[in-house]
């Protein structure tokens, strides 16, 4: 098995973003280019590991997020300096020690406690915890996560995998829980969307609110939430698995004191 290993860091460590919804604009141009890479996009820079000859792809995405933001915050200029290859990465152990490095990014920069709360990283996918995943789920799902997060900015021993709540959630608890494994923000989660459609249907299988008061609560008519069809068992077992983990919960936090590039110092 034959990877390549590249990162990307901005001119002058200019953010790449500042909100979510800017975080995930370049989220979304790299996993839509090159579907089932390894990803972890950092305030300032970027990692990317994938098959070989996939350098024109970043550089494609790269280029539309550089587009994207001058627009939106009205100014010109470069935002990258040249791609860097770090080498070839040959092999499923030296893949799985590259994986860790990348997943452990944010950990290592102090803006995280666990690999499980950066959502702009595919540790997610790699576990199967993501509902639109961007890279198959790895071979040994609580191997790697043990794996990764064995280690001293996180925990020596490694953390555990969520493995669901006891407690009857409630419809802030589901909100996060959509909110951080189909990676939208809660902003997001209130248009017309698939996103949408499965909150509703979430929140109608899984607490035990009336039609009309998650209706009322999420903004919806009730013949919308009347609607949704019922949710089938993977997707309530991943959404269960997740329910009050914090680690889940960022995605959400876009003005509060957890917003993670906060402690972030470009």
Known sequence: MRMRHFAAHTVERRPLFSTWEEGLHLWRCLATAIPGAILCIMPDHLHVMGPERIAPKIHGAMSSHTRWMNHRLGVQGPLWRPLSDTGEVIGKKKIDRNIRYIHLNPCRAGLIED???????????????????????????????????????????????????????????????????????????????????????????????????????????????????????????????????????????????????????G
Request: hydrophobic share 35%; aromatic share 4%.
């Open 115 to 265: 690999p499980l709360s950066w959502p702009l990283s595919t540790h997610r996918d790699l576990v199967g915890l993501t509902l639109q995943p961007a890279a198959a789920p790895h071979r040994d799902p609580v191997g790697l996560h043990r794996y990764v997060s064995a280690d001293p900015t996180v925990n020596v021993e490694g953390t555990p995998l969520p493995y669901g709540s006891t407690q009857p959630p409630t419809l802030d608890s589901v909100v996060a829980a959509v909110s951080a494994l189909t990676r939208c923000t809660s902003e997001e989660l209130r248009r017309r969307s698939p996103q949408r459609t499965l909150l509703i249907r979430a929140a109608r299988s899984l607490t035990d609110l009336t039609q009309a008061r998650i209706a009322e609560q999420l903004g919806v008519s009730v013949a919308t939430v009347e609607r949704a069809e019922p949710m089938n068992a993977g997707e309530g077992r991943t959404i269960d698995r997740v329910l009050f983990d914090h680690r889940f919960a960022l995605m959400i936090d876009e003005d509060g004191p957890n917003r993670p590039w906060a402690r972030w110092r």
